[in-house]
């Protein structure tokens, strides 16, 4: 087993913003402090979210995530990018949600394998531009 992902960062001109956005689309609460070196944020205006701490129905114990999953993919044609998946109950809705907030849907809802109660996936870019995803069964 390699070494899990136990943090995540999105980093934009306007955090104050983000944090609006992200809060809204997800339900993220975030204590306000200063990243580990003023190279990542201005003090005082890094958001912590705690892991673990919001629902997904369905999954781990207590409807919460126990980990994050990950992958290497793609190949010829396809952009470089970081991207992270959000466990949401309906990934239109989500992807509707992001663009009433400023972004915009970039993919989805796409099956990841055919079947009743299939995992599906969708891609949007925030207001920033950086590209996320929402994952969830259909």
């Known amino acids: 087993m390699g070494l899990p992902v136990v943090h995540f960062e999105i980093v934009g001109a306007d955090p104050a913003m983000l944090r609006a956005f992200y809060g809204e689309l997800f339900g993220w609460d975030f204590d306000l402090g200063d990243a580990s070196t003023p190279v990542v944020s201005r003090p005082g205006e890094y958001g912590f979210v705690h892991g673990g701490a919001n629902p997904v129905p369905g999954e781990g114990a207590n409807g919460r995530v126990?980990?994050?999953?990950?992958?290497?993919?793609?190949?010829?044609?396809?952009?470089?990018?970081?991207?992270?998946?959000?466990g949401v109950p309906d990934v239109e809705a989500a992807l509707r949600q992001a663009e009433a907030l400023g972004g915009t849907r970039r993919m989805g809802p796409e099956p990841a394998r055919p079947g009743p109660g299939a995992l599906v996936v969708g891609h949007f870019a925030d207001p920033e531009g950086n590209v996320v995803g929402v994952a969830g069964t259909a």
Do not use: D, S, T
């Open 66 to 86: 126990p980990g994050i999953n990950g992958g290497v993919a793609g190949g010829a044609g396809f952009r470089p990018q970081v991207l992270f998946y959000v």
